[in-house]
């Protein structure tokens, strides 16, 4: 007898049983009384993706999705977890293991769609050749060589659901060393012309701390005909030349972008600020725009107006500071009720965290992510712990009002940002193809030390 995908609901149902639930509507308090969820609630497809593909035979794109005002679950941060796991240097973070390692890869964007993402980002994360090849990088392997990968990559999970495949530019090099307009594009156009040959579904400029490279980049992105979204790296300061989040938000949407938000160098709560800001901005402009967020899973509030990467524990003891499964939910809620639709994460990020997400919208998005079978709600599973001050914790109560320690008495809640207060156009963010000298190491060493 063939079982249901969600025999470990109930082991007894076989799958024609389930479909006959849910079609007819039937056996759903079960289900919602073991999630906490409405009533009404169905556990669709999206529970096992082989299923899913049986049927969904024509998947919605970006802007269909949206214009629905359904959720879309984003994936979370490539670099730092395959950096963590082995197959990414730290410094340049480039995405070289796309092809070296691709079954890392393939792993990770499968434990992302399990979770609940329903778009798989090409790793492609400064993958352009100016900077594979800075401060003394030297890969055998091109940009376009790592994009094809990456996409192809991208693409056979996608296909193992209900997922797109979004290709994806960032900041570059060659704009920090003022290379003008026409040789930055260029970089970009590059990059495209890949994601045009393997046909993403959409595309992302993410990742930019300078709204003016960012439109570059969507003017540029524009040009294929394929949705656009843009991200800044930005906090509600705005960019590194002071342009504030509003204004940042309309000039990427006059640029072309029909999906604006922000991404990275800050903390949730921080990014949903900045984005409900950009909201702000484009409504009173008279523009429409769809909005996004994918922020860090670390806590910043310390940070200055670069974020994270001033803080004197990135890129390696950044650890203490990560958001539990249970701050997610208190995020994606937050995202939400302020109207994004876009929801997902960066650096920091583990398929644990989008399953909290995708767990906290479960009753919007009308399902649980398949990594759902191995945990229960609000810690339900602890009901089966050998020892019972365990088993007490599997309520909701303890742990959305847990305030976790962090096991070292002798460090200090807050930092104190390294920021030199330089950006684009200073003569210390000039970049350079030979590695970094021990002459130019000792004078920066010495510099922190006067600082």
């Not at 994918?294 to 003891?317: K, M, N, R, V, W």
């Amino acid at each position: 007898m063939k079982h249901s995908p969600w025999n470990w609901i109930n082991p007894e149902l076989t799958e024609l049983q389930t479909t006959t639930l849910l079609k007819y509507k039937a056996g759903e308090e079960q289900l919602s009384a073991l999630f906490g969820l409405k009533k009404g609630f169905t556990v669709t497809k999206c529970c096992n993706r082989n299923w899913e593909k049986e049927m969904a035979p024509g998947k919605k794109g970006i802007l269909e999705r949206l214009n629905a005002g359904e959720v879309v679950i984003g994936d979370g941060g490539f670099v730092f977890a395959l950096e963590k796991r082995g197959y990414v240097k730290a410094g340049p973070w480039t995405p070289e293991s796309a092809v070296t390692h691709p079954e890392a890869v393939r792993q990770l964007h499968r434990e992302f769609l399990r979770a609940g993402a329903n778009v798989m980002q090409t790793f492609t994360f400064y993958a352009s050749d100016d900077k594979l090849e800075n401060r003394g990088q030297n890969l055998k392997l091109t940009g376009v060589q790592i994009n094809e990968a990456a996409c192809d990559l991208a693409r056979e999970v996608a296909n193992e659901g209900d997922a797109l495949v979004a290709g994806g530019v960032c900041q570059t090099p060659s704009y920090l060393s003022c290379k003008s307009e026409t040789e930055v594009k260029a970089i970009f156009k590059k990059q495209l012309d890949v994601f045009l040959k393997k046909n993403v579904d959409f595309l992302i400029a993410e990742y930019f701390e300078h709204v003016e490279e960012a439109e570059w980049a969507v003017k540029v992105l524009k040009t294929s005909g394929k949705p656009v979204a843009a991200c800044m790296c930005i906090g509600p300061d705005g960019d590194m030349h002071g342009i504030s989040p509003g204004e940042c938000a309309v000039r990427l949407v006059k640029a072309g972008a029909q999906i604006v938000g922000v991404n990275c160098h800050f903390d949730p709560m921080t990014c949903v600020k900045a984005v409900k800001m950009m909201k702000e901005g484009v409504e009173k402009a008279g523009l429409k725009a769809h909005y996004m967020v994918q922020p860090l899973a670390y806590h910043t509030p310390d940070c200055s107006c670069q974020g994270f990467i001033d803080l004197p524990e990135f890129p390696f003891g950044l650890e203490p500071r990560i958001l539990t499964r249970w701050d997610m939910h208190k995020y994606a809620r937050e995202a939400f009720n302020a109207g994004i639709r876009f929801i997902g994460g960066c650096c920091g990020f583990e398929p644990y965290h989008i399953r909290a997400v995708a767990e906290e919208l479960a009753t919007e998005r009308g399902c649980l992510p398949a990594a759902s079978e191995k945990h229960g709600n609000w810690g339900a599973g602890l009901e089966m712990h050998t020892k019972p001050w365990v088993r007490a914790r599997a309520r909701r109560d303890y742990w959305e009002t847990l305030k976790p320690a962090s096991g070292r008495p002798l460090c200090p809640s807050l930092s104190l940002p390294d920021g030199w207060g330089v950006t684009k156009g200073h003569t210390d963010l000039l970049q350079q193809k030979e590695a970094t000298s021990k002459d130019q190491l000792k004078q920066l060493f010495d510099r922190t030390k006067n600082q």
